[in-house]
Every structure is written in C-alpha cells, then in structure tokens.
C-alpha cells in the first residue's frame, strides 16, 4: 500500500544541515517533513559523530567576516566559489547565535580559533568512537526537539529515490519505506540535505579513487550520494567532486577500530616523506594533511603508502596536534617500525632498501634548498620540511581516511540547486555535504569545515524558501 503525504517542505536527510533547514522553515510557520533512512532514533550521520568544533578554515568561526573570507580563500588557495564564501563568511555569526537559540550550547574548547566554538558537552579526545550523549548526539537530538515543538516532523525509515519533476520545477519526491511501502511526498520546496557521497563505493571510484575498497571510512557510513544522483538526474550540475575531506592513518585502522578517528597521522606525514611502494615520494607534503590523504587514496594502490621520519620529528611533530600520534598511536596498539639504519628499516616496511635511500637524500637536498631531481616539489608553508639524517629511523604504514566528500551539487549562494545551464532548478533546495563549489577545489583540496558548511547553508536555504513560498503565497492573494 503506498502512501502520500502532502507538504510545505520535505528535507532529505536529518544531520545538521537538514535539520537546519527543517528548523528554519518551521519557524516560519510552514509546514516541514524531515526523511531519514534510517530507523533508529539515534540514526548515524556524520554530524552525529562530530567532535563539536565549528570553525572556518580550521579558524574562529565568529570572526571578522572579511578576516575569515580571507582565510578561507588562503586555505583553499583561492579555489572556493566567491558567492558561496561570502555567504558563508557573512552569516557564520548569525548561524551561531541562532543555533544558540535553539538551545545549542556553545563552550570555548580551548586557546586557538579552531576551539573557540565548540559544542557542548563536548567530543570526548581519545582513541576510538565514543560519540554517545556528546557534541554532535546531544546537538541532533536537540534540533529534532526544536523541530517537533514547531509543528514539523522527522520520519525514519524512509529512503530517498526520486526526485519528482513538473516543467521544470521540482514538486516532490519519491522514497521507499523499510516496510517495502512507496511513499510519494508533494512538496513545494525539496531540500537535499542526506551528505556527501564517500560511503558508495561506486561514486568514490568514478570521482575519487580507482580502488575504493582500500580507503578507511572514516565516518558514519551514511553518506551513499542517494541526493547527489537523483539531483543528477534532473539536469542538476555537480561540482568539485574528486576532491574530499580526511585526514592520514595508520594502515592498521582498516580493520582496528580504536586507531580511528584518532590518532590521525597528518603531523608526521606533512613533515616527513610519504612515499609508495617503489620507496618514492608521489605528493608534496607540504601542502597539507588533506592534500597528502587525497593523494594517496589516488594511487593505484592506496594501502602502498608508508610515511618515513627520524627522531626529531617524532618526538617534534610527532607530538603536535590533538590526540599526537607520539603517544597516542603507540598507546592504542599501532606499531611504529624503527631502525638504526635506512637499510635496515626498509625491508620492515616492504620497501627496497636502495630505493628507499635515494628518496630520503633527494629529500634532504630539496629541505637543503638542492635540486631534487624528478622528485615532486616540497613546499615549506605552513607545513615545515624536516629533514632524515640521524637515526634511529621509523616508518608507519599508512592508510587514506575519508570522512566526508567536498564536491557535489551545484548551489547558490541560496542553497538553490544549478541546473547544468546554470539556472536554479525551481522548487529544489540543497545544503551541507550534499553540495560542492566552497572547498575541496584544485589541487590542495583546501578544506573549510563541515559544521559550519551545514549549518550555515542548511539555515540560508531555509531563509530562501521562507522568502520564495511567502512571495507566492503573497502573489496568490493577490491574483484572488
């Protein structure tokens, strides 16, 4: 038996970003559904497993806007789109202070930008998964509380199929029940809100990396693209989609829970050499932890990358960041292969030896400010080259973390989905990790932060369907 409900606004998806919208046009007085795959009360989603710190561009979110634009665009290299960054910018403290007054509560977790806005209770800083009654978990729950007293909905179990079209202008959607029901929902404004796409293998492989199956889902497993393809399908444009959010880990993370999400390796990797089986290095490392983890799940053999350093920077970098791997990697059951000798250390590691000490003394000419040969550019900003003279050496077997893809649908600086010819598709909204164009752009796969992403875009999408469903709410009164 299939059912049909009939609704203000239907949003795909129930992280931050959906909810966002959710809560927005529901404070508006319109009538709003929420749709969630899942059937459990506490349904996965990244924005559940979250930490709790919004930033832009690992900074202050509440910034000086044009102080933070600026930011950004260091931090993606001037690849974000204009509009989507200024958007962005101008109404990061408007998000917080509104999200405050659906009772988020906001901590400062610590001295730097980064921390300064930081979900409360919050993310607890160790090993392993420990999201429950936390950050992201109390934030979802109390956004779903804010969203049921306004008169809307949340309703799991129901998986998004079909995106339903009329000349043009999108008027509902299709989903299919956990019970085997359709349900066939008319709206008149649809919001894809339902993440990015990194748990489909199929898409990571067209988009991301020849061998999906050897990169670590690092997140919920939630994200399978379901909006991104249906958008596809209806002519909507996509954006920036090879490039995603994660960060360096231990090869042993692909079948060890508790070395993910931390310890994260980006310390070590963006001050040593990260090479591939051959022993050579294939990326600059100075760009960044996120470039290094999307150069290596390029590979052709993304479990073939090991990170080479001596002891200084185990005991510099190696200590730096939160959750260090210097101790933390080694405390939670992750070897650290060392040597007295390169020689000796290649062989623990697979790699030939020869090789592996041609790489390391064309990389210490290039920290030297030598000629490295046929060996790609080291940058030295911000991320400090540290060279590998005096042992004892080590070397960690590494693997690509993805947690969340950058690139997707095309938006406004609206949340007002991009047909291919550049023209929004009338009716259909989207935000957060669904969508593409502010970060993950060119070749340093800047990022800019997921929180801050959802939320901000989950809650301007809202404010443009407020303002589209009451001017033709207005215009409809008039003609009457």
């Known amino acids: 038996m299939n059912r049909v409900i009939d609704v203000d606004v239907a949003v795909v998806g129930a992280g931050l970003a959906g909810l966002s919208a959710a809560n927005r046009a529901a404070e508006a007085g319109l009538s709003v559904e929420v749709f969630e795959k899942s059937a459990d009360e506490a349904y996965l989603c990244n924005s ?47 998000t917080l202070a509104w999200l ?48 049921r007293e306004r008169g809307g909905k949340l309703s799991r179990g129901l998986s998004a199929r079909q995106l339903q079209m009329d000349d043009g202008r999108c008027v509902g959607l299709t989903l299919d029940a956990v019970d085997g029901h359709t349900v066939s929902v008319r709206a008149r404004a649809v919001v894809i809100a339902d993440g990015g796409f990194q748990a489909n293998p199929d898409l990571v492989r067209r988009f991301i990396s020849p061998r999906p199956e050897q990169l670590l889902q ?98 510099g970098p190696g200590r730096d960041w939160l959750l260090p791997a210097n101790p933390y990697l080694v405390n939670a059951g992750g070897d650290v292969q060392t040597a007295t000798t390169l020689d000796e250390l290649a062989p623990k590691v697979g790699l030939d030896p020869a090789a592996l000490k ?69 009716g259909l909204y989207a935000a957060g990790s669904a969508t593409g164009g502010l970060e993950g752009g060119g070749e340093a796969a800047g990022y800019s932060g997921g929180l801050s992403k959802a939320s901000v875009f989950g809650l301007l999408a809202g404010d443009a369907i407020v303002e589209a469903l009451a001017g033709a709410a207005a215009n409809m009164k008039a003609v009457a």
């Open 358 to 426: 041609a790489t390391v003394a064309a990389y210490n000419r290039q920290v030297d400010g030598g000629h490295a040969g046929d060996q790609p550019a080291r940058s030295t900003s911000p991320y400090k080259a540290w060279p590998v003279r005096q042992g004892p050496f080590h070397a960690i077997p590494l693997c690509a973390g993805i947690t969340y893809t950058m690139g997707g649908i095309a938006t406004d600086a609206a949340g007002r989905v991009l047909h291919t010819t550049g023209a929004p598709i009338a």
């Open 48 to 94: 559940r497993y979250t930490g709790g710190l919004f930033h832009i561009a690992m900074d202050d979110m509440a910034g000086d806007p044009a102080w933070a634009k600026a930011n950004l665009q260091q931090a993606t290299r001037g690849t974000a789109d204009p509009a989507l960054a200024d958007a962005l910018t101008k109404n990061a403290r408007r």
């Open 218 to 315: 690092r997140n919920a497993g939630s994200g399978v693209g379901s909006g991104l393809l249906m958008a596809e399908a209806v002519g909507a444009q996509l954006v920036g989609t090879g490039r995603f959010y994660g960060h360096v880990h231990h090869r042993n993370a692909m079948a060890d829970g508790g070395l993910w999400p931390y310890p994260v390796l980006d310390s070590l990797a963006t001050a040593g050499l990260v090479v591939d089986a051959a022993a050579k290095r294939f990326c600059n490392e100075g760009l960044g932890g996120v470039f290094v983890t999307n150069a290596i799940a390029r590979l052709d053999e993304p479990l073939s990358a090991t990170v080479v350093f001596d002891d200084a920077t185990w005991n």
């Open 100 to 147: 405050s007054s659906k009772g988020i509560r906001f901590i400062k977790g610590g001295p730097d930008g980064l921390r300064r806005n930081s979900l409360s209770p919050p993310g607890v800083r160790q090993t392993g998964l420990n999201w429950r009654g936390r950050a992201g978990d109390v934030m979802l729950r109390t956004l779903g509380d804010r969203l």
